[in-house]
């Protein structure tokens, strides 16, 4: 198993790898503290020679945020003595770095490089204008989850299934009682218009179905309903795909996020999709009610010739994705650089 604690060279920097099989319940309730201890045992260091170092936590593919740092930074600095300027964190999240007691960075492109999709996708060399328009909406959910169920039924209480191409729970792991229960009587997983979901190549995919909807719901990987999920702004290879596939894009994930899409230059169709009203409202079930009404609403257009209309909109957003894919690992690398010194 990989080590979550590395030694830089120089002797003087802890890298730690805090998302790396460790739970966000462990994070928030202190249960983190005996791996910690065991990953420093494997390099013959205790919690007691902690003050002896910079401590660099590089958040990488998930979306920690400050609330959950927050016990590792009471451990380290308030209880082992770790002087504050020794505690640095990398958060993919979007996070208010300038209220942080400690030195922080929020990178939320650096997720665009998860599963390598990119460079398979350019591999594959699309026709993206001629691609036909087959069906009406993409949505793609593979972690099974109580709030994706009720998406998921939702959808298709209001979509044919022929106008859907959907899937949920293929990721292979046997969910609750309850979530067979809120989708019955669809099978599960449920897989709309395809006999088969990709599983292991999920980030692979060798086939040109998903990209053929005008309209990509994305169901980012945070939630308000579900336990055990990041609540951060966390923006994931999922949002990138949208923009990269040539696809209008709508949100369910937590408030704000759309915001701060639109913070990185993408274009997310205001006009079209009525300023994306629902990424301010706070609960998550009402938004999940306007999400479905909007993109039915929006579906019942003739989205071949919106698609037209817009397609130089559709193809700068696609332009974005290759520059952010060649820049946000070259401005990460110097981040991890310069935390690494006094």
Same mark, same amino acid.
């Given at each position: 198993?990989?080590?979550?604690?590395?030694?830089?060279?120089?002797?003087?920097?802890?890298?730690?790898?805090?998302?790396?099989?460790?739970?966000?319940?462990?994070?928030?309730?202190?249960?983190?503290?005996?791996?910690?201890?065991?990953?420093?045992?494997?390099?013959?260091?205790?919690?007691n020679?902690?003050?002896?170092?910079?401590?660099?936590?590089?958040l990488?593919?998930?979306?920690?945020?400050?609330?959950?740092?927050?016990?590792?930074?009471?451990? =380290?600095?308030q209880? /082992?003595?770790? $002087?504050?300027?020794?505690? +640095?964190?990398?958060?993919?999240? !979007?996070? #208010?770095?300038?209220?942080?007691?400690?030195?922080?960075?929020?990178?939320?492109?650096?997720?665009?490089?998860?599963?390598?999709?990119?460079?398979?996708?350019?591999?594959?060399?699309?026709?993206?204008?001629?691609?036909?328009?087959?069906?009406?909406?993409?949505?793609?959910?593979?972690?099974?989850?109580?709030?994706?169920?009720?998406?998921?039924?939702?959808?298709?209480?209001?979509?044919?299934?022929?106008?859907?191409?959907?899937?949920?729970?293929?990721?292979?792991?046997?969910?609750?009682?309850?979530?067979?229960? =809120?989708?019955?009587? /669809?099978?599960? $997983?449920?897989?709309?218009? +395809?006999?088969?979901?990709?599983? !292991?190549? #999920?980030?692979?995919?060798?086939?040109?179905?998903?990209?053929?909807?005008?309209?990509?719901?994305?169901?980012?990987?945070?939630?308000?309903?579900?336990?055990?999920?990041?609540?951060?702004?966390?923006?994931?290879?999922?949002?990138?795909?949208?923009?990269?596939?040539?696809?209008?894009?709508?949100?369910?994930?937590?408030?704000?996020?759309?915001?701060?899409?639109?913070?990185?230059?993408?274009?997310?169709?205001?006009?079209?999709?009525?300023?994306?009203?629902?990424?301010?409202?706070?609960?998550p079930?009402?938004?999940?009610?306007?999400?479905?009404?909007?993109?039915?609403?929006?579906?019942?257009?003739?989205?071949?010739?919106?698609? #037209?209309?817009?397609?130089?909109?559709?193809?700068?957003n696609?332009?974005l994705?290759?520059?952010?894919?060649?820049?946000?690992?070259?401005r990460?690398?110097?981040?991890?650089?310069?935390?690494?010194?006094?």
């Amino acid at each position: 198993m990989i080590s979550r604690l590395r030694l830089h060279d120089n002797g003087r920097v802890l890298y730690y790898d805090a998302w790396r099989n460790i739970t966000s319940q462990e994070l928030r309730s202190d249960g983190f503290v005996p791996l910690l201890e065991q990953d420093l045992e494997q390099h013959r260091l205790s919690l007691n020679d902690a003050r002896d170092y910079i401590w660099v936590f590089d958040l990488k593919p998930e979306g920690i945020d400050a609330g959950d740092m927050q016990g590792m930074f009471d451990l =380290l600095c308030q209880r /082992r003595q770790v $002087p504050v300027e020794n505690f +640095r964190v990398i958060f993919s999240c !979007v996070e #208010q770095i300038d209220r942080l007691p400690y030195r922080a960075t929020s990178l939320p492109d650096r997720l665009i490089y998860n599963g390598n999709w990119y460079d398979h996708l350019r591999h594959y060399r699309i026709n993206w204008a001629g691609l036909p328009m087959t069906h009406r909406l993409t949505c793609l959910m593979r972690r099974p989850s109580i709030g994706r169920a009720n998406l998921a039924k939702r959808l298709l209480s209001k979509f044919r299934s022929d106008e859907l191409i959907m899937t949920f729970g293929t990721n292979g792991v046997e969910p609750s009682d309850d979530i067979k229960q =809120l989708i019955w009587p /669809r099978p599960y $997983p449920m897989i709309v218009d +395809r006999p088969m979901a990709d599983q !292991v190549f #999920q980030h692979r995919i060798d086939h040109d179905f998903f990209y053929r909807a005008p309209v990509n719901l994305v169901v980012e990987s945070s939630s308000q309903i579900d336990p055990n999920t990041w609540r951060s702004i966390f923006i994931t290879e999922k949002t990138f795909k949208a923009m990269a596939w040539h696809q209008f894009p709508v949100w369910y994930a937590v408030p704000g996020l759309v915001a701060q899409v639109r913070r990185m230059g993408f274009d997310v169709f205001d006009d079209v999709f009525d300023n994306h009203s629902y990424d301010d409202i706070p609960d998550p079930w009402v938004r999940m009610t306007q999400v479905v009404q909007l993109v039915h609403r929006v579906s019942q257009q003739d989205m071949v010739e919106l698609r #037209q209309q817009h397609w130089d909109r559709l193809q700068a957003n696609a332009q974005l994705i290759d520059y952010i894919h060649a820049t946000a690992i070259v401005r990460h690398t110097q981040i991890l650089e310069e935390f690494s010194h006094a």
